[in-house]
């Protein structure tokens, strides 16, 4: 059930991304998180958004988590990338 849940959130989110929605992405994604709150891909998704609304803090925050806690994984390597990438 809650691969089910991550995956339809991820969706949604990713489609409201495209979209240029992503306020909206930002609360489905916090939303989210509140409900699977270690999920790596739900973190990197949210510091996607954070950063696409120009929260660079916030952003900064949730791809620092995930960078640490998985430094070798694919999300923790896609976190990575994106920090370098946003302005100090």
């Known amino acids: 059930m809650e691969q089910t849940l991550v995956e339809g959130q991820l ?3 990713a489609s409201l991304l495209a979209l240029n ?3 909206e992405a930002v609360i489905q ?3 989210a998180s509140n409900h699977v709150p270690d999920n790596n891909d739900i973190l990197v998704a949210l510091g996607d958004a954070y950063f696409k609304v120009g929260r660079f803090s916030e952003a900064r925050a949730r791809l620092e988590q995930v960078a640490k806690s998985d430094p ?3 999300a923790g390597r896609r976190a990575a ?3 370098r990438n946003l302005p100090r």
């Open 81 to 83: 990338d994106m920090l």
């Open 29 to 31: 994604l916090e939303s």
């Open 21 to 23: 929605r992503a306020e």
């Open 11 to 13: 969706g949604l989110a």
């Open 72 to 74: 070798t994984g694919a």
